[in-house]
């Protein structure tokens, strides 16, 4: 159940990149071009900045529904289970394993070397890790009872739940960077096929990449 509050930090981290599957390099020569357009998006080169979002704002307004005992349980659990420190291994170990897909995604340069740095040096200033725990707060409580909650509390406490804490900032990095990984492959298997099977799309997608270029 601790794995529902940790899952959301890859996702988060992907996000602020914009990710998407036209970022894959292909290995078609002809399709190169269009398919590593950057997906930096064009606001972000203007300078132009969206308002983050309130996640603490947010999560007490719920809370302020929450049966107080039930939360307490759940703040209770949280302290437990280790999930604040968890949390930043996480965020720590994703933020590593993504630096060479922003790097993939951004034009080459030696710029890069100065601009990927700062960026995850100011991503990480403005992710709180309190707010993650204040936004996950409301999810436990949907899903939990009161009874789930004091039984995890018991659980971490064991032998084996304290193995799981110890290890499992670890399991969730491994895994996510795998499944990234094969995501990346099967995206340029895909593109490349559906690609190699529709000229004219392939046509009318270098044709827009020029255009923009």
């Given at each position: ?146 009874e789930d909650i004091d039984g995890l509390a018991q659980f971490y406490q064991t032998p084996l739940g304290k193995k799981m804490i110890s290890v499992l900032p670890q399991v969730l990095i491994e895994s996510q960077t795998a ?24 046509k009318a997608m270098e044709e827009a990449g020029a255009r923009k270029n």
């Open positions: 159940m601790k794995t529902t509050a940790l899952f959301v930090l890859p996702w988060l981290v992907s996000a602020a990149f914009g990710q998407n599957l036209a970022t894959s390099q292909p290995t078609s020569a002809k399709t190169g071009a269009a398919v590593t357009q950057s997906s930096v998006p064009a606001k972000a080169a203007q300078g132009e900045t969206q308002t983050p979002t309130k996640a603490g704002e947010q999560a007490s307004k719920s809370a302020a529904q929450m049966d107080p005992e039930k939360e307490a349980a759940i703040r209770k659990l949280f302290e437990i289970s280790g999930t604040q420190k968890t949390m930043e291994q996480v965020l720590a170990g994703m933020s590593a394993n993504m630096k060479p897909e922003l790097a993939k995604m951004l034009p080459p340069g030696e710029y890069q070397g100065k601009l990927i740095p700062l960026f995850f040096e100011r991503f990480q200033s403005k992710l709180k890790i309190d707010d993650l725990l204040a936004l996950t707060i409301p999810v436990y409580d949907k899903y939990l009872s009161k499944a990234m990984n094969l995501g990346e492959q099967i995206g340029r298997q895909s593109m490349l096929e559906v690609l190699a099977e529709h000229p004219d799309l392939e």
